[in-house]
């Protein structure tokens, strides 16, 4: 069983900063690429940033030379360092990340989600 579990999100002022982190475990072989997605109410689910087990990464326009997202292969953990925070970066941060777990009949690749944090940026 294959678990990612989110954290840092909070409450901040608009031009504040967040660090995210999203930590996953269980019975891991490897993890390809990760993700942060977030949904704000009423809207679909958004990537925001995303970023290969290489470390190469890909940012939507909204959040480009404000976000940085990182990855300790180590710690099977990645971060979404969040500066110069708008009220529009206001939503749930969900991380994403395809997983590869062995099976008795070999690799097994699959795509999991987090529960999901809450960044709520004030004006």
């Known amino acids: 069983q294959v678990q990612l579990v989110e954290s840092g999100g909070g409450l901040v002022q608009a031009g504040g900063s967040l660090r995210l982190s999203c930590e996953a475990s269980?019975?891991?072989?490897?993890?390809?690429?990760m993700g942060w997605y977030r949904q704000a109410p009423g809207k679909q689910r958004e990537l925001v940033a995303g970023?290969?087990?290489?470390?190469?990464?890909n940012y939507a326009d909204s959040v480009k030379g404000r976000f940085t997202i990182s990855r300790d292969n180590a710690k099977k953990t990645m971060y979404l360092q969040m500066n110069s925070l708008k009220a529009e970066d206001t939503a749930v941060y969900y991380c994403?990340?395809?997983?590869?777990?062995?099976?008795?009949?070999?690799?097994?690749?699959?795509?999991?989600w987090g529960q999901g944090t809450q960044v709520t940026v004030s004006s």
């Open positions: 269980g019975s891991i072989f490897a993890i390809n690429d």
């Open positions: 970023i290969t087990s290489g470390g190469s990464a």
């Open positions: 994403n990340a395809e997983v590869q777990t062995r099976r008795l009949t070999g690799i097994r690749v699959s795509d999991y």
